[in-house]
């Protein structure tokens, strides 16, 4: 079993920056491909980014390129996803995931293990 808390959501205004943390403990972190997804009322979840094992090559969304950015701490079996110039639509319950694989996977159903989430706010 992993354990997956979320962290540092928040409201914030347009154009403002907020940094999400999942920190992770149960199995040996650093044999997980780490996700982010979001989930907006009455939307389906979607991918927002991805990390390997190594944290060498992440993985985003469209949407959020140049905007994100995801990175994790092997030490300290975290995962950040920095996130600037938000816009109202980024507005959302954001999850944290795991797979254990070392492979991206942008496919939430694929994830083994999940957070509870954290809401993100983002007013105009």
């Known amino acids: 079993q992993v354990q997956l808390v979320e962290s540092g959501g928040g409201l914030v205004q347009a154009g403002g920056s907020l940094r999400l943390s999942c920190a992770a403990s149960g199995r040996t972190f650093n044999n997980y491909t780490m996700g982010w997804f979001r989930q907006a009322p009455g939307q389906e979840r979607e991918f927002v980014a991805a990390?390997?094992?190594?944290?060498?090559?992440?993985y985003y969304a469209d949407f959020v390129k140049g905007r994100f950015t995801l990175s994790r701490d092997n030490a300290k079996n975290t995962v950040y996803l920095q996130m600037n110039s938000l816009k109202p639509e980024d507005t959302a319950v954001y999850y944290c995931a795991a797979i254990y694989s070392d492979y991206i996977e942008a496919f939430a159903k694929r994830y083994d293990y999940w957070g509870q989430g954290t809401q993100v706010t983002v007013s105009s």
């Open positions: 990390i390997g094992r190594s944290g060498d090559t992440p």
